[in-house]
């Protein structure tokens, strides 16, 4: 059960991420397509790992490895569009929501049950984790005017999609861990320049490149801070991608409900001290509600750790 643990730790560090997004979008890359451009072009220091053991796989497997990282780009454009418009305290778990039902869903596709079984602890702790990331997404009741974004169920079926194939890249044949890395972030790279073929995408990337010359200090400031983050996405991705290489892909998805329980907790102070960027409701039934998530969310991950849910994960 340790890839339990090693996804809940990658999950802390997606939320730093995800603070750190928020703020970079709000000012100082404010445009989703340049900010996934520049995560796209950070994706290449996972060369680095090709001392590690990475190989040369046949095509089939390659591609399927090009394909989620190109799937996870996309989506990250969709992710950063949604997170720009709403509170990303919001945004985040619902967007893990509907990436937890779509790797859920999967598994009732030919070919993608794999050795995981379906017993009534995996599925009762798994709709628990999702109704708890929904609780944190929705205040009860719905107030007028309040609608979903679909650029959240682009971001989480394209992600949703992005694991799939992550997994079934390494579940077809022996392949190394460090191997599907290397290989998606590679997709990650190649998904990215093609951002320059579409018009708008490449006169915003030229223009941020532009602005980065004229106002150097800033500039300076805003690549300590991408870089930072970065490094902090990495190490959550690494993490994650570890957990899904020896567990389940859909369970491990489910865990991120800790996700938004970590992030929940650093948005309080964050909209404290940074009300314009990290504007949150702060009233009490709000914030009871999330409360109640979190228990929901707490039960999810008992009812995962019973023996007779995850023995069968393995």
């Given at each position: ?162 694991l799939l194939l992550l997994k ?118 709000d914030w009871f509600q999330k ?24």
């Amino acid at each position: 059960m340790i890839w339990v643990l090693i996804a809940l730790l990658g999950y802390f560090f997606n939320a730093v991420s995800a603070a750190f997004d928020k703020y970079l979008l709000s000012d100082r890359i404010p445009t989703p397509a340049v900010y996934a451009f520049f995560v796209s072009l950070f994706s290449l220091f996972a060369l680095g790992f090709i001392p590690f053991g990475a190989q040369f796989l046949d095509v089939k497997t390659t591609a399927i490895f090009l394909l989620s990282g190109a799937a996870f780009v996309y989506g990250l454009v969709a992710l950063y569009t949604a997170v720009k418009q709403h509170e990303v305290s919001r945004v985040t778990p619902l967007v893990g929501t509907v990436v937890s039902l779509v790797t859920f869903l999967a598994v009732f596709l030919p070919g993608m049950a794999g050795e995981f079984v379906l017993s009534f602890s995996y599925v009762g702790a798994l709709l628990l984790l999702i109704l708890g990331g929904l609780l944190i997404s929705f205040d009860l009741p719905l107030r007028r005017g309040e609608h979903i974004s679909r650029y959240v169920f682009f971001a989480g079926i394209l992600m949703g999609t992005s694991l799939l194939l992550l997994k079934q890249g390494y579940t077809d044949v022996d392949v190394a861990f460090v191997s599907g890395i290397v290989w998606s972030r590679i997709g990650m790279f190649v998904a990215g320049v093609s951002l320059l073929l579409i018009p708008v995408f490449r006169e915003q990337i030229l223009a941020q490149f532009r602005g980065f010359h004229h106002r150097s200090e800033r500039a300076f400031g805003t690549t300590v801070l991408f870089v930072l983050n970065k490094v902090t996405a990495g190490v959550a991705t690494f993490l994650v991608s570890y957990a899904i290489s020896i567990g389940s892909v859909s369970f491990v998805q489910a865990l991120s409900g800790m996700q938004y329980v970590f992030l929940l907790i650093m948005a309080f102070p964050l909209a404290l001290r940074f009300p314009a960027v990290f504007g949150e409701r702060l009233h009490f039934w709000d914030w009871f509600q999330k409360a109640v998530a979190v228990v929901i969310i707490g039960l999810g991950l008992f009812v995962a750790a019973m023996k007779s849910g995850v023995s069968l994960l393995y």
